[in-house]
């Protein structure tokens, strides 16, 4: 794993920026994953640490909607603080939860906080998108989404999709990406005999029609 995709932050630079910019969150810190001086996320970072929060915005949304989960995670907690952006409570779940299907492991109690701020109505807005962005990255062959659908539908959703979890946990499995198997057997664990057949046809027919293998062939196995 490269220092660009590591999803803990460089205690020294987490303390400046909590100390400068988000000591009043009570998160800890942003992610600091970016090395590379180059790096648009390291110049977000030093946009919070000068306290030009509207440049840090900007770039760390950038950064969010092509998928880095580190920028997600920091882009929540700025629109959290109301820094850069009007304060946004619905915006900021719905990044965060990004980021924890992401591996941002910090992500998972903010994501609880903030789900105490937002009315049940609004948490299923964000559970609309955070699906619909998940099946577009499915439809375009994005592998790393499987294993995040997978989660998605079996531990975030407040009322699981255990079927769904596990038609795609099949079809995960059957495509080789990592710890797919061993989450299938898991879900199945918890499924009447019914639904586990049931679900077995319909992946497999989604798995032909689709032609996933061609789909998902041209990246590396991968997975949460």
């Given at each position: 794993?490269?220092?660009?995709?590591r999803?803990?932050?460089?205690?020294?630079?987490?303390r400046?920026?909590?100390?400068?910019?988000?000591?009043?969150?009570?998160?800890?810190?942003?992610?600091e994953?970016h090395?590379a001086e180059?790096?648009?996320?390291?110049?977000?970072v030093?946009?919070?640490?000068?306290?030009?929060?509207?440049?840090?915005?900007s770039?760390?949304e950038?950064?969010?909607?092509?998928?880095?989960?580190d920028?997600?995670?920091?882009l929540?907690?700025l629109?959290?603080a109301?820094q850069?952006?009007?304060?946004?409570f619905?915006?900021?779940?719905e990044?965060s939860?990004?980021?924890?299907?992401?591996?941002?492991e910090?992500?998972?109690?903010?994501?609880?906080?903030?789900?105490?701020?937002?009315?049940?109505?609004?948490?299923?807005v964000?559970?609309?998108?955070?699906?619909e962005?998940?099946?577009?990255r499915l439809?375009?062959?994005?592998?790393?989404?499987?294993?995040?659908?997978?989660?998605?539908?079996?531990?975030?959703?407040?009322?699981?999709?255990?079927?769904t979890a596990?038609?795609?946990?099949?079809?995960?499995a059957?495509?080789?990406?990592?710890?797919?198997?061993?989450r299938?057997?898991?879900?199945?664990?918890?499924?009447?005999t019914?639904?586990?057949?049931?679900?077995?046809?319909?992946?497999?027919?989604?798995?032909?029609?689709q032609?996933?293998?061609?789909l998902?062939?041209?990246?590396?196995?991968g997975?949460?």
């Open positions: 794993m490269t220092a660009r995709e999803p803990f932050p460089r205690p020294h630079l987490t400046a920026i909590a100390a400068a910019a988000l000591a009043t969150l009570g998160t800890g810190a942003m992610a994953a090395l180059t790096d648009p996320f390291q110049r977000a030093r946009a919070v640490q000068a306290k030009d929060f509207a440049t840090a915005t770039v760390f950038t950064l969010a909607q092509e998928d880095d989960y920028a997600q995670f920091n929540a907690l629109l959290r109301g850069g952006l009007p304060q946004n619905v915006q900021a779940l990044w939860l990004l980021a924890q299907l992401g591996g941002v910090r992500a998972i109690k903010f994501s609880a906080d903030l789900s105490g701020l937002v009315t049940a109505d609004a948490q299923d964000v559970f609309e998108r955070i699906d962005r998940l099946r577009t439809e375009r062959g994005d592998r790393s989404a499987i294993m995040q659908y997978i989660e998605f539908n079996s531990t975030i959703l407040p009322e699981p999709d255990m079927q596990y038609v795609w946990s099949l079809i995960a059957a495509l080789g990406v990592d710890n797919a198997a061993t299938r057997d898991e879900i199945m664990s918890e499924l009447e019914d639904v586990i057949l049931t679900s077995q046809d319909e992946a497999r027919v989604l798995f032909e029609d032609d996933m293998t061609t998902f062939a041209d990246q590396a196995s997975g949460l």
